[in-house]
């Protein structure tokens, strides 16, 4: 079940905090917000699971706080495995994919929830997808935070949406910018400046 809610709607006088301000630009995404959102799609998921064995493949880097706080609502009895993939460089377009950590768990007869941060051409997630599959799960489920429809370049839809956002440059809670701030506890617009120079 595919599921979306408002990333526009942040309350007013939301503003970015006085240590970020000269690099992020607005906040897309209050704390607040996340934590409703992940509350509410773990029940969706907790619900289509139904207290089956459960393995969550996380793809590193970029979900580390996704994936803290999605679990920890999830009553399932889950195993945690992680994928390293990552675009080759530093830049903002998806580049080169490479395969930095391996699954070690078993996925044979399985349900798989495989949780990513952003979908965004869809090209991480079309190479995880079939490498996956080859392992035999009972099934595969998507979770992704955030969504940009308008940048796909590969046929991958998740089953689990937390946020549709438009084609803008986002960073924090999780996701970064060259390895930079993933530590900002919301969703932020990144000023052009920054990743245009
Ligand atoms: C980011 C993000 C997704 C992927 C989405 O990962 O975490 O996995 O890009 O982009 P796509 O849909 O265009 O493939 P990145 O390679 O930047 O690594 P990271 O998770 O370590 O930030």
Known sequence: MKNSAPAS????????????RKEV??????????????????????????GRETVVVSLLNGTVMFLADLIRHLSLPLRLDFIGVSSYGAGTESGELVFTKELRLDMRGRDVLLVDDILDTGRTLSRVIPKLRALKPRRIKMV?????????????EADYVGFTIPNVF??????????KYRNLPFVGVLKPEIYQR
């Open 9 to 20: 709607l942040v309350p007013v006088g939301t503003r970015v905090p006085p240590r970020w």
């Open 144 to 156: 992704v935070l955030l969504d940009k429809p308008e940048r796909r370049v590969e046929k991958v």
């Open 170 to 179: 986002v960073v924090g809670y999780g996701l970064d910018y060259a390895e």
């Open 25 to 50: 630009e607005r906040v897309l995404i209050t704390e607040q917000q996340i934590a409703r959102r992940i509350h509410a799609m773990s029940r969706d998921i907790e619900r289509d699971f139904r």
